[in-house]
């Protein structure tokens, strides 16, 4: 055991331990991280691109996106700052959906955002059922601080990985480290691995 | 690299308002040093092994291994309440860091800078402004610090009574709930003319550093893009539902 806080009590957690991964604590509110001011999008202008290795880029817009099938991911969240909520609701298109527009075999993707924020992950963990980009959150539009119009969902890892205000994603043949990334946060991020920085 | 969990010791503490306190930490295997606007993640342990971590900014610069956070009671907490009102000198934690590479000022830097603080969003900020003292730099630094009122506020002798050291710091501070007697402005919210007045000129090309809880960072952060300052050049930081920096 590690050195032990003289009178820290803690408070334990009971059922729903199982669910917050370690050195994370269960908040109710949702609070917001990043690292500039928040772009202002409308949904006129925007636009969601996916570029293959190849170069070829599908786009849609606003209404083609509405348009596509619609899920209602529900699931907890894991930021790397330590919080975690459990029980997230949320409205937007499976990547599975919009990954059958393009012809890939690349192995890593970098998505992109207004704003200029970037982050990199494994293409894999955008498939399978596992990532969408989300634009309402308790049947709500989503906030414009919270990333709307729209934003990456990507909950099986830290939720620096579920870009906001996205714009698109670039299909690549290696990885290429985004905005925290570069900065010291860890190249994958998952919560349950404790991945938060270079070298966890 | 924010390397391993070092354990540390509680060497003094000030008390900086009713709920907050400044803790000064010597990291006992050694301390890597770090830069203003950086954090360190803390981790408490129990008698039984259960341990509980957070974040918090530091809130100085480094003497030796000897670091220092201010942390803010928030009702109801698990951690801060023990930080705040139990932990006693001698006493032990663990401490990781430093930690963020991107809110962070660089002593080194001539351009001038815009500190946005809401509530303990200061803290930071009291650390960008304790190391350009310490470099002895003569960037041209503006604070606005956004406080409740009087009694919340954090570093006040400091603040008001600056440090030799501390010319061509400009400190304004905005109440928002109650102001002491006198006090021009009166208490509300800080706006974009508030930004405005007692921020720098988009055109002085400043950087701004913008930290506090997400209402406060919003607004501010949108004020100085109405303004025409460059959002490259505007860094934020907000507080997570702990009251815990980020």
């Given at each position: 055991m590690g050195i032990i806080s003289r009178g820290f009590g803690g408070r334990r957690r009971t059922?729903?331990?199982?669910?917050?991964?370690?050195?994370?604590?269960?908040?109710?509110?949702f609070p917001v991280l990043s690292a500039g001011p928040t772009p202002r999008v409308t949904e006129e202008d925007w636009r969601f691109s996916i570029t293959s290795e190849a170069g070829d880029t599908v786009t849609w817009t606003w209404e083609e996106f509405l348009a596509l099938p619609q899920e209602r991911p529900h699931t907890d969240i894991h930021c790397v700052t330590r919080w975690s909520k459990l029980d997230t609701e949320w409205t937007g298109v499976g990547l599975d959906t919009l990954l059958e527009s393009v012809d890939t075999a690349a192995d890593f993707a970098l998505a992109y955002s207004h704003g200029g924020y970037t982050t990199n992950l494994p293409l894999e963990d955008?498939?399978?059922?596992?990532?969408?980009?989300?634009?309402?959150?308790?049947?709500?539009?989503?906030?414009?601080?919270?990333?709307g119009p729209a934003r990456l969902l990507v909950p099986h890892?830290?939720?620096?990985?579920?870009?906001?205000?996205?714009?698109?994603?670039?299909?690549?043949d290696h990885d290429e480290p985004g905005f925290w990334e570069q900065a010291g946060y860890h190249p994958y991020g998952d919560p349950w691995r404790e991945q938060r920085y270079w070298g966890d | 690299m924010p390397g391993h969990w070092r354990p540390a010791v509680l060497v003094g503490a000030r008390a900086e308002s009713p709920t907050a306190r400044t803790l000064v930490l010597k990291a006992e295997e050694g301390w890597p040093g770090h830069r203003p606007g950086q954090h360190v993640d803390v981790r408490l342990t129990a008698e039984d092994g259960y341990t509980a971590q957070r974040s918090y900014s530091l809130a100085a610069p480094a003497v030796g291994d000897t670091v220092e956070i201010t942390v803010q009671r928030v009702p109801g907490g698990e951690v801060s309440p023990y930080l705040v009102d139990e932990m006693a000198e001698g006493d032990r934690l663990e401490v990781r860091g430093p930690l963020g590479g991107w809110f962070v000022w660089d002593p080194a830097s001539t351009d001038p800078v815009a500190l946005f603080g809401g509530g303990a969003g200061v803290v930071p900020l009291m650390c960008m402004v304790r190391a350009r003292r310490a470099a002895r730099s003569r960037a041209l630094f503006r604070l606005v610090y956004s406080v409740r009122a009087p009694d919340g506020l954090l570093y006040r002798a400091e603040l008001r009574e600056r440090a030799p050291g501390d010319a061509g710091l400009d400190v304004f501070l905005a109440y928002t709930r109650t102001a002491p007697e006198g006090t021009p402005r009166a208490p509300a919210r800080v706006g974009v003319a508030d930004v405005n007045t007692h921020g720098l000129p988009a055109e002085f090309g400043p950087m701004c550093f913008v930290c506090g809880p997400t209402g406060f960072v919003e607004?501010?952060?949108?004020?100085?893009?109405?303004?025409?300052h460059d959002p490259g050049r505007i860094r934020t930081e907000r507080f997570g539902a702990s009251g815990g920096p980020r």
């Open positions: 059922a729903e331990d199982a669910r917050v991964p370690p050195g994370q604590y269960l908040t109710d509110g955008l498939a399978g059922g596992q990532a969408w980009v989300v634009h309402a959150f308790g049947g709500e539009p989503l906030a414009p601080e919270h990333g890892l830290y939720f620096w990985k579920s870009a906001k205000w996205i714009k698109g994603v670039r299909l690549l | 607004a501010v952060a949108d004020a100085l893009v109405a303004l025409g």
